[in-house]
């Protein structure tokens, strides 16, 4: 079973430096079962080696523990979807949903009949359905966050704060009714709340389900995905000692995916390609862009643990892909699995080169927003020498404020409720992670016609090189330098956003 990975908060007793209270921001371990396709064989029987479709690694390693009676569900690739479907349905499995634009269906069946698809024209992969975990830190001063909305504005002429922009945020769910998540007027910045429901008896497909306002974090007995949205979206909100603090994009809207609080990367896909189908209109054609943003960017702070190697035949990446043809930035915290650079402990999806997909490291700013701080000890490390590895991009993930109502399982491990336990405090990738969503939604606001490849270069290359930690050495990409602990900095909202906004960027990316 999948575990939350939250990281209490240390006591403000025993901080070294003044604390200050900062706006949350969730980076999430986001991870997928990515590999090369080892070969297994179903119970009692090795598959033939010589089929052409292999398995996801993750699925090779449990094979010889799949029930000879019980349905398991697998995800089947195809050369486009109606041959994996008609392969699937051939080899015996039951069909239970499909992922168009990326030629994959997911079935069921018994270890026979998935070892049977194998061999069927038009099939490319055959991938488990892992188990994924939620992994759990924002100096908006740090960033220069709040130094862009008080002195930029976007495109619009209003204040560079991601107005215009939706982002999808798929976690464990949202109170929307939160009051950092509501607006001045009383609505919430929640223009969309989706359950993603999947049947536990694996006989439906996975279906996004309008909650509309209702608090789809209780239901999961979650709170990651609320302390997470308050990270990407906080709207100014005053506490009860006077601090006052926001998200990093507190002018952008929210869509909420909830997937739950337990989870499988069925799920989690069936999330990813929800956006993929509706990030041009997300409520609906009907429904105008001005109420309703199209979304430019999805937050992913979910994934196993332990990192492992970029597979780019899974269906997540697949998909990640595509919305980058379609101009959505994937977002991904990078894992909390520490390190040394010795081994590759990054979250796979993460790793993807694609330019537009984007990993994201966490960093300590010791309270107090310096912008020389540390790298957090638990944020995952790529394995030196290993480029494609490193995270892309460093952004605060300790100790980090945000909407978390303390009787939830995530929320009661932060040390410092405060407002009658409506916020908590709680470190991780999880929380960096919609940090850079946010910021992403900044620099979409300041420039709408930007690819996501250009806002990745533009983050990457302004980044602010503090110094802690492993050396920085030349990125192989041409972006700048980089480093296995924190890629290419701490992020600068202020630099990236001149960037992209100057006359000759266009010119130079050509």
Request: net charge negative; glycine share 12%.
């Amino acid at each position: 079973m999948p575990k939350n990975e939250s990281r209490p908060a240390v006591p403000p007793t025993s901080r070294a430096t003044p604390r200050r209270r900062r706006t949350a921001a969730l980076a999430g371990l986001a991870a997928v079962a990515l590999g090369a396709g080892a070969l297994a064989g179903p119970a009692g029987a090795a598959p033939d080696p010589t089929t052409p479709a292999p398995l996801s690694p993750w699925l090779a390693e449990q094979w010889s523990n799949l029930s000879p009676v019980q349905p398991t569900t697998v995800l089947v690739h195809g050369t486009d979807v109606a041959s994996a479907g008609a392969a699937a349905r051939t080899a015996g499995l039951v069909v239970r949903q499909s992922f168009d634009r990326i030629g994959v269906v997911v079935a069921t069946g018994l270890p026979a009949q998935i070892s049977a698809v194998r061999s069927a024209p038009g099939v490319t992969y055959v991938e488990g359905n892992q188990p994924i975990e939620f992994s759990l830190s924002t100096s908006n001063t740090a960033t220069r966050g709040s130094e862009a909305r008080a002195a930029l504005t976007g495109a619009d002429g209003s204040a560079l704060d991601g107005s215009g922009v939706s982002i999808a945020v798929i976690d464990s769910g949202v109170d929307p009714t939160h009051p950092f998540l509501t607006n001045p007027d009383g609505s919430s910045a929640v223009v969309r709340n989706l359950k993603v429901v999947c049947d536990l008896f694996e006989l439906t497909p996975c279906q996004a389900v309008d909650a509309g306002p209702v608090d789809t974090d209780l239901l999961a007995v979650g709170g990651h995905g609320t302390h997470v949205s308050g990270i990407v979206a906080g709207r100014d909100v005053t506490l009860p000692d006077g601090t006052t603090m926001h998200g990093a994009a507190p002018g952008s809207s929210l869509v909420s995916l909830a997937t739950g609080a337990v989870l499988f990367i069925v799920g989690a896909d069936s999330a990813l390609n929800w956006v993929l189908e509706n990030h041009a209109a997300p409520c609906g054609p009907d429904v105008p862009a001005s109420t309703c943003p199209p979304i430019k960017v999805t937050s992913n702070s979910y994934g196993p643990s332990g990192g492992g190697d970029f597979d780019p035949d899974s269906a997540t990446v697949k998909l990640q892909r595509e919305l980058v043809k379609d101009g959505v930035v994937t977002v991904w915290a990078n894992g909390n699995d520490g390190g040394d650079g010795s081994e590759n402990l990054s979250n796979p999806p993460g790793q993807d080169p694609t330019g537009g997909i984007i990993s994201v490291a966490s960093y300590d700013d010791r309270d107090t927003g310096t912008r020389d701080g540390l790298v957090s000890s638990y944020s995952s490390r790529g394995q030196e020498d290993s480029f494609g590895s490193y995270p892309d991009i460093s952004a605060p993930g300790e100790n980090i404020t945000s909407s978390c109502r303390i009787h939830l399982p995530i929320c009661s491990t932060g040390l410092d409720p405060v407002a009658g336990g409506d916020y908590n405090t709680i470190s991780g990738t999880s929380m960096a992670a919609p940090h850079v969503s946010g910021i992403v939604a900044q620099l979409f606001q300041a420039r709408p016609t930007a690819t996501p490849a250009q806002v990745e270069a533009v983050l990457k290359t302004t980044a602010h090189k503090f110094t802690d930690g492993a050396p920085y050495v030349s990125d192989p990409a041409g972006q700048g330098t980089t480093s296995f602990d924190k890629g290419h900095g701490l992020v600068d909202v202020m630099a990236a956003t001149s960037a992209l906004t100057a006359k000759a960027f266009g010119k130079r990316r050509r």
